[in-house]
């Protein structure tokens, strides 16, 4: 890991604003990057939605795993998905809309939405290192009766790079999450996806608005290029 007496810090071309991070307070979160959203035949799908929309998120997000491994930074993942007992999932979530499958029904990848079936795993490309933390999460935020606080705060972490799918849900109520509880949010905007195209700019535009309410928004190229200085030092 890195040394967090060594501030080594780099600046992120973002908006609404370049933002200096010290990248031994700062950890990559990537966000719900499972089977179940991104491939056909899971819990996106079942909901109506075209699921190759969320594609485009994982070359920048393998891009900048890479760099936050090579430097050493807390990497983190986040899984939504439910008990197989279904004892976590609320009502109201589990009897909405109308969907083809509904969480914990069978489907070509598993039960839907559910821990441990082949669908809640995280796709191949950004496959969680042993040692690497994997948050499993009930709800749309990463925060939410999860631990994910406590292991931040025991990482003195103050800055998140934060990427995955949906920006619109899970993005951005784990950006919001975050924003409460005082930490700085960059969100990697071609290292999100929507299934819908608006949705994933007005996301990111709610984030950027009014000096930036809730965080900042970088695409993976500013955030790999202040990323690099560190890197080029790791021998
Ligand atoms: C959704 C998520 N969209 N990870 N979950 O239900 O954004």
Known sequence: ???????????????????????????????????????????GESLGNDVSRLGSAVGPIASVLAAARAMGMLVIHTREGHLPDLSDVPRAKLRRGAPSLRIGDPGPMGRILIRGEPGHD?????????????????????????EL?????????????????????CVNTTVRE???????????????????????DMGLKMIKAQGGIFGWVADSAAVLKAMQAETTNIV
């Open 122 to 146: 995280i796709i191949s490309e950004l496959y969680p290192l042993d040692g690497e933390i994997v948050i499993d999460k009930a709800g749309k935020g990463a925060f939410y009766a999860t």
């Open 178 to 200: 975050a924003n409460d509880r005082g930490y700085r949010c960059v969100v990697i905007a071609d290292g999100c996806a929507s299934y819908f195209p608006e949705f994933h």
């Open 1 to 43: 890991m890195m040394d967090s007496n060594q501030a080594s810090t780099g600046t992120v071309v973002a908006e609404p604003e370049p933002i200096e991070l010290n990248w031994s307070t700062t950890a990559l979160v990537v966000i719900d990057m499972q089977r179940d959203f991104l491939e056909p035949g899971g819990f």
């Open 149 to 169: 606080g406590d292991i931040l705060r025991k990482g003195g972490i103050e800055n998140l790079l934060v990427c995955g799918v949906t920006t619109e849900v």
